[in-house]
């Protein structure tokens, strides 16, 4: 009998987190709370691909690296700029079967007739009507409840609770 228990006490998050996770269970406020390092090689990796694109400190890379608050609507996801105000990053998203989010990257108008004559494959038309890059920024998320929201990346987990 204590084995059955155990048992049903350890499978219990598993189990929690297997349902399907829907759309509706991320609307809302995620405010980001911590983030830890998973992994040295990791980070080396980042900082080195970082380091191409921008100058910096070592001690100023968990800055660089720390993530926004983020905000869920139905169709909007937003994240939290310096000014402690909401600004709209996409205007679709969705929840993937592997209880992952996809956030589709929109074209800019401005960029929109570039990229339809003198590219090829870097965009593509949703079933929404609009255009969007074809990589999508991915959160997969390794725990979810009604109050938190754990997702891991390169060389980081950050862990978000509900605003």
């Known amino acids: 009998?204590?084995?059955?228990?155990?048992?049903?006490?350890?499978?219990?998050?598993?189990?929690?987190f297997s349902q399907e996770l829907k759309k509706s269970d991320v609307l809302g406020e995620w405010k980001f709370k911590e983030m830890i390092l998973i992994s040295e090689t990791g980070r080396d990796s980042i900082k080195k691909q970082l380091r191409l694109m921008v100058e910096f400190e070592d001690k100023d890379f968990e800055l660089l690296m720390r993530p926004s608050d983020m905000k869920f609507t139905e169709n909007e996801f937003y994240v939290k700029s310096e000014k402690?105000?909401?600004?709209?990053?996409?205007d679709y998203w969705k929840v993937n079967e592997n209880n992952g989010i996809v956030i589709h990257d929109p074209v800019p108008e401005d960029m929109f007739d570039y990229f339809i004559k003198y590219t090829f494959n870097?965009?593509?038309?949703?079933?929404?009507?609009?255009?969007?890059?074809q990589n999508p920024g991915q959160i997969k998320l390794t725990e979810f409840d009604k109050s938190k929201i754990v997702y891991r990346d390169i060389g980081y987990e950050y862990?978000?609770?509900r605003n």
């Open 122 to 133: 870097v965009i593509e038309k949703l079933d929404n009507g609009k255009y969007y890059y």
């Open 1 to 16: 009998m204590k084995r059955i228990i155990l048992t049903l006490i350890l499978l219990f998050p598993i189990f929690n």
């Open 84 to 90: 402690s105000e909401f600004k709209l990053s996409s």
């Open 159 to 161: 862990i978000f609770e």
